[in-house]
T-cell receptor
């Protein structure tokens, strides 16, 4: 069945350094890959997404890259700040007759001041 | 504009009781999702509704769980005969269409004693 694996589960970086989180997916027909940020006590919020017709998308300090051949996509955060500390989730839609989303297990990012 | 709202924000119940959780999606959003998030864990898909199509109930963990949606408006998730393992945050999300950004509510924290 469909599966999304996310690594690492925890990540600590010094303020100003970069952070990279990687997800792999199994459904080759998936065509939309969002990244969500969840702060404590809140629902997840979309920070960036990419569709399968492009290989990279950037929004200020955040970028997402997609490798369809290898079936993985990554979140890149540059010049990290303490407010980037949160849990990040990747997701991919299941397209085998349904449109539910499969979420990764999450990465807890800590940016150390 | 108004986002996704959920009520109650917190619910404490005794084992064996029934509970009903409510989700008000963003107006005009045709897709609505329910997820369960146990403490420190990822998002577990429960069910989604899309317009007037039959809902995808493939994620409901047992027949104690059920959900309804009236047209493209409010949805209720009902858990009958609650068990301690049902304790979690239940998140609702809506989307203007399939394969698009999901907008999450703040969640309902359910505690079963």
């Amino acid at each position: 069945g469909e599966n999304v694996e996310q690594h690492p589960s925890t990540l600590s970086v010094q303020e100003g350094d970069s952070a990279v989180i990687k997800c792999t997916y199994s459904d080759s027909a998936s065509n939309y890959f969002p990244w969500y940020k969840q702060e404590l006590g809140k629902g997840p919020q979309l920070i960036i997404d990419i569709r399968s017709n492009v290989g990279e998308k950037k929004d200020q300090r955040i970028a997402v890259t997609l490798n369809k051949t290898a079936k993985h996509f990554s979140l890149h955060i540059t010049e990290t700040q303490p407010e980037d500390s949160a849990v990040y989730f990747c997701a991919a839609p299941s397209t085998s007759g349904t449109y539910k989303y499969i979420f990764g297990t999450g990465t807890r990012l800590k940016v150390l001041a | 504009g108004a986002g996704v709202s959920q009520s109650p924000s917190n619910k404490v119940t005794e084992k064996g009781k029934d509970v009903e959780l409510r989700c008000d999606p963003i107006s005009g959003h045709t897709a609505l999702y329910w997820y369960r998030q146990r403490l420190g864990q990822g998002l577990e898909f429960l069910i989604y509704f899309q317009g007037n199509s039959a809902p995808d109930k493939s994620g409901l963990p047992s027949d104690r769980f059920s959900a309804e949606r009236t047209g493209e408006s409010v949805s209720t998730l009902t858990i009958q005969r609650t068990q301690q393992e049902d304790s979690a945050v239940y998140l609702c999300a809506s989307s203007p269409q399939l394969i698009n950004e999901q907008f999450f509510g703040p969640g309902t924290r359910l505690t079963v004693l």
